[in-house]
């Protein structure tokens, strides 16, 4: 199947410092990557659709200059968590959408946990 | 405003019996469902899916059932295995949006 990376696993910051996340398509083009944020024994939450060469789509109460997303290839999706706190703490997991496959499939990165202490 | 719901927290089974996962969706326009098994601190890893023209679809031990007029979708694992053990969510989509909405997950405990 389709494989989706993401880098890094793990990040662990200071209050106030920016982190980036990438989400990287290895065998397949991906016009739209999305951004999922997972709480401890919680669903997957999604935050934003993020579309190849153009703005990305926020869901509600998601604060788009808080969690800046970039798609600026057709297979490499960036998540920047900016003046990151401790409520951001959080597991953050992408998806891709392979255009040959069924457009509603969508293929997860294994996640980045990410600890601002 | 919880559109997909998965309300068994956890599911205990032994070794070899059937696993049942529910899962209910209020939005009618929901028109595909998927079902994802994932471990903790990793990605989702797709099961298997069905589109709302069909109401079973099965691949190996996995069967899943979709009843459109009670809003309410089941998947089968037979028979299961103690590597099945995981949390499984469930996920619904409409094809406007290609959006996934995800249930709350249940975590399944298959005991030797």
């Known amino acids: 199947g389709a494989v989706v990376s993401q880098h890094p696993s793990r990040v662990i910051c200071k209050s106030g410092t920016s982190v980036k996340i990438e989400c990287r398509s290895l065998?397949?083009?991906?016009?739209?990557m999305f951004w999922y944020r997972q709480f401890p024994k919680k669903s997957l939450m999604l935050m934003a659709t993020?579309?190849?060469?153009?703005?990305?789509?926020?869901e509600q109460g998601v604060e788009k200059d808080k969690f800046l997303i970039n798609h600026a290839s057709l297979t490499l999706s960036t998540l920047t968590v900016t003046s990151a706190h401790p409520e951001d703490s959080s597991f953050y997991i992408c998806?891709?959408?392979?255009?040959?496959?069924?457009?509603?499939?969508?293929?997860f990165g294994p996640g980045t946990r990410l600890t601002v202490l | 405003d919880q559109q997909v719901k998965q309300n068994s927290p956890s599911l205990s089974v032994q070794e070899g019996r059937i696993s049942i996962l529910n899962c209910d969706y209020t939005?009618?326009?929901?028109?595909?469902f998927l079902w994802y098994k994932k471990y903790p601190a990793e990605g989702p890893t797709f099961l298997i899916s069905?589109?709302?023209?069909?109401d079973k679809n099965e691949d190996g031990r996995f069967t899943v059932f979709l009843n459109k007029s009670a809003k309410h979708l089941s998947l089968h694992i037979v028979p299961s295995q103690p590597g099945d053990s995981a949390v499984y969510f469930c996920a619904a989509s409409d094809s406007n949006t290609g959006k996934l909405i995800f249930g709350q997950g249940t975590t399944l405990q298959v005991k030797p």
């Open positions: 998806s891709a959408r392979d255009e040959s496959g069924h457009y509603n499939e969508q293929f």
């Open positions: 065998d397949f083009q991906a016009t739209t």
């Open positions: 993020s579309n190849e060469g153009s703005k990305a789509t926020y």
């Open positions: 939005n009618s326009m929901f028109d595909y």
């Open positions: 069905i589109s709302s023209i069909k």
